[in-house]
């Protein structure tokens, strides 16, 4: 019952992301940003497909996937700097920027967080409540640092080509900004869905008889 649960969830989840990369990919602002936004959602759908039945995960964390793909995929369709909704929220807020990417951002601390996480305590890692989270916020910080390095290594191959996939604005604090950003969404996960995350996790492994679940 549970598997079907999950595969209906899977299946879902995976026409909502393909249906906003063909909306997103027919005539985005810039394509080359489009391809680099929205690779990491192309990547992610296959291994969730061939990791369903022998490493399922957590209906949480598969929601929270196709979340962010579908954050990557507006921002890459508009690119960071240019979606309707940030203009909206720069409007009411008045703000010097949109504010779009930082929403990118938070979502790159928030779901790798739960997903660090899920990894940590199925997989047997880390003991102790204290060091699950400070490694699984470790995770997200490298992969923030990773992401940044990326957008530095675009800069230098790319020149002015690169602007719309940094999302800069004008903003020299930006690369700090998109950091902390990620790092506030890691915290905020860890506080707000630690307990909902560990009855998932406890129901997966009952369901499934998974000996790697949450004791």
């Given at each position: 019952m549970a598997e079907a649960a999950t595969?209906?969830?899977?299946?879902?989840?995976?026409?909502?992301?393909?249906?906003?990369?063909?909306w997103s990919g027919i005539q985005p602002f810039d394509?080359?940003?489009?391809i680099m936004e929205t690779l990491p959602a192309m990547i992610v759908l296959p291994l969730l497909w061939a990791?369903?039945?022998?490493?399922?995960?957590?209906?949480?964390?598969y929601a929270l996937v196709f979340l962010h793909c579908a954050v990557l995929i507006v921002g890459g369709?508009?690119?960071y700097a240019r979606v309707p909704a940030g203009f909206a929220v720069q409007d009411w807020f008045d703000l010097a920027r949109n504010p779009y990417d930082k929403l990118g951002h938070f979502m790159?601390?928030?779901v790798p967080a739960l997903a660090a996480r899920e990894l940590f305590i199925r997989l047997r890692v880390v003991?102790?409540?204290l060091w699950l989270s400070v490694l699984s916020v470790c995770v997200v910080m490298t992969v923030s640092a990773l992401y940044e390095l990326l957008e530095w290594a675009a800069a230098l191959a790319m020149g002015q080509g690169a602007d719309e996939f940094l999302g800069t604005q004008g903003d020299v604090w930006d690369t700090q900004s998109d950091m902390f950003f990620a790092l506030i969404g890691a915290i905020t996960a860890l506080v707000v869905?630690?307990?909902r995350h560990n009855r998932q996790l406890r129901t997966l492994a009952n369901a499934s008889g998974d000996p790697h679940g949450l004791q």
């Open positions: 595969h209906r969830l899977l299946l879902a989840g995976t026409v909502l992301v393909l249906a906003l990369l063909l394509r080359a940003t489009w990791t369903r039945r022998r490493f399922p995960l957590t209906p949480l964390l369709a508009y690119t790159q601390g928030f003991n102790g409540n869905l630690r307990r």
